[in-house]
């Protein structure tokens, strides 16, 4: 089984401060992604990454940035958090030859 | 471009009756399309996927969904909602090369004893 594992399930920061996002997978994929979840709004794509250094803007990126020194970690880093930043924060990886995206259990990040 | 309608925001069932979750897509490609599942405070579950090779689409714990070209729909049925079924359901089309992924808003289901 594909096991994608988040750093934290719940984070309370401040607005301000420097926020790292954590996601590890287990099973050599080279695709990795990182969504926000907002109620009524579904998943919206924030970065994604398909090979180790390599980058890529999803929809929403403004105030986020993103490293990926190893293929099986993707982080999610804010610069400087913002209240409208709160939200549920999801990872997910898939093959390359793939379209299948398997998820981590997410992070509750608020910031206050 | 993509995009994904679902249809209802959410759904109330009573225990033993059918689930029946709209979804509408836009592609311009031939698509892929999936469910997924999310129970609270739980990441997001692939339910089923389609992707060409037969409309009607058979997932996990008894759910199923049919390819509609015609209707550019995929709507997700169960013929009896269990209690543990309550949660919420996302659609969503891709280009089949994952880069771009297109989510519904999601659909709360709601199951009554």
């Known amino acids: 089984d594909v096991k994608v594992t988040q750093s934290s399930r719940y984070l309370v920061k401040r607005t301000g401060e420097k926020v790292f996002l954590e996601c590890v997978q287990d099973?050599?994929?080279?695709?990795m992604f990182w969504y926000r979840q907002d109620p009524g709004l579904g998943l919206r794509l924030i970065y994604f990454?398909?090979?180790?250094?390599?980058?890529e803007k999803g929809d929403i990126p403004e105030g986020y940035s993103v490293s990926r020194e190893k293929k099986e970690r993707f982080s999610l880093i804010l610069e400087s958090a913002s209240t409208n930043q709160t939200s549920m924060y999801l990872c997910?990886?898939?093959?390359?030859?793939?379209?299948?995206?398997?998820f981590g259990p997410g992070t509750r990040l608020t910031v206050l | 471009a993509q995009s994904v309608t679902q249809l209802d925001s959410h759904v109330s069932v009573s225990e033993g009756t059918p689930v029946l979750l709209r979804c509408n897509y836009s592609?311009?490609?031939?698509?892929?399309l999936f469910w997924y599942v999310q129970h609270p405070n739980k990441g997001l579950q692939l339910l089923l996927k389609?992707?060409?090779?037969?409309?009607l689409v058979k997932g996990i714990n008894g759910f199923e969904a049919e390819f509609k070209k015609s209707e550019t729909s995929f709507h997700l049925t169960k013929p009896s909602a269990h209690m543990s079924d309550a949660a919420e359901y996302f659609c969503?089309?891709?280009?089949?090369?994952?880069?771009?992924?297109?989510f519904g808003a999601g659909t709360r289901l709601t199951v009554k004893p």
């Open positions: 997910a990886s898939t093959r390359a030859d793939t379209d299948t995206q398997y």
């Open positions: 099973m050599d994929h080279e695709n």
């Open positions: 990454s398909y090979d180790v250094k390599m980058k």
């Open positions: 592609s311009s490609y031939s698509p892929s």
């Open positions: 389609y992707t060409s090779a037969a409309t």
């Open positions: 969503v089309v891709s280009d089949r090369f994952g880069g771009d992924m297109r």
